[in-house]
């Protein structure tokens, strides 16, 4: 599955959210929040057009594939409750977000990267994929390396993160635990699910 290459902080500046937490994303979007673009001018976008930019937002912010995200949403659809709220928690329960709302590494990434390269075990059985879903119960634990772990331990030091109901993290032995589902207060991301519901519908 192709990934976005290109400069992050144009995503930020085109959708006025911090989608790329990467440091230069992070500035030039602080610097330039407006749409990037010589003449840009505030011209209202259709239903459909916003339909479709909270749609990209949910696919550059968690680096989802449009199959991906489209087979997320029919796993949605089948479940019970709001599919755009489903839709929004699975996506959550990544192994690559997982890893960066611990506070583990600064960036979605820069987590999947670590995790493709196998350096992330969960329940002790090395995990080379970032879709991974984790349950209630997962832990998650650095491949005990020493490289490894003393890489980790200096990026835990050089951030914070909020604390979470669900998730508990100990920064001195790397390890993350599930302690159970997210709720709808829990998603990160500022977006218009039931819009997207809608989107993907047609």
């Known amino acids: 599955?192709?990934?976005?290459?290109?400069?992050?902080?144009?995503?930020?500046?085109?959708?006025?959210?911090?989608?790329?937490?990467?440091?230069?994303?992070?500035?030039?979007?602080e610097r330039r929040e407006n749409p990037p673009g010589m003449h840009t001018r505030g011209k209202k976008p259709s239903n459909y057009g916003r339909a479709l930019m909270e749609k990209q937002k949910i696919k550059f912010y968690y680096g989802l594939g449009e199959r991906q995200l489209r087979r997320y949403f029919d796993i949605a659809l089948r479940?019970?409750?709001?599919?755009?709220?489903?839709?929004?928690?699975?996506?959550?329960?990544?192994?690559?977000?997982?890893?960066?709302?611990?506070?583990?590494?600064?960036?979605?990434?820069?987590?999947?990267?670590?995790?493709?390269?196998?350096?992330?075990?969960?329940?002790g059985i090395k995990?080379?994929?970032?879709?991974?879903?984790?349950?209630?119960?997962?832990?998650?634990?650095?491949?005990p390396r020493e490289n490894l772990?003393?890489?980790?331990?200096?990026?835990?030091?050089?951030?914070?993160?909020?604390?979470?109901?669900?998730?508990?993290?100990?920064?001195?032995?790397l390890r993350i635990t599930v302690q159970g589902n997210p709720g709808p207060s829990d998603i990160s991301l500022p977006v218009d699910a039931n819009m997207v519901v809608e989107f993907l519908s047609r």
């Not at 995990?127 to 491949?143: E, F, H, N, Q, W």
């Not at 890489?151 to 998730?167: G, I, K, V």
């Open 1 to 29: 599955m192709s990934r976005y290459t290109r400069p992050k902080a144009r995503i930020n500046r085109r959708f006025g959210a911090l989608l790329y937490e990467s440091s230069g994303a992070k500035r030039a979007w």
């Open 79 to 123: 479940r019970k409750g709001n599919t755009g709220q489903t839709l929004l928690l699975m996506c959550e329960r990544r192994l690559d977000n997982v890893i960066r709302r611990s506070g583990m590494v600064k960036t979605r990434p820069q987590a999947r990267q670590g995790i493709v390269h196998g350096h992330f075990q969960v329940n």
């Open 127 to 143: 995990v080379d994929k970032p879709s991974y879903i984790l349950r209630a119960g997962d832990v998650i634990t650095v491949r």
């Open 149 to 173: 772990l003393n890489f980790y331990r200096a990026l835990c030091a050089d951030q914070s993160s909020e604390p979470m109901e669900w998730l508990t993290f100990d920064p001195e032995t």
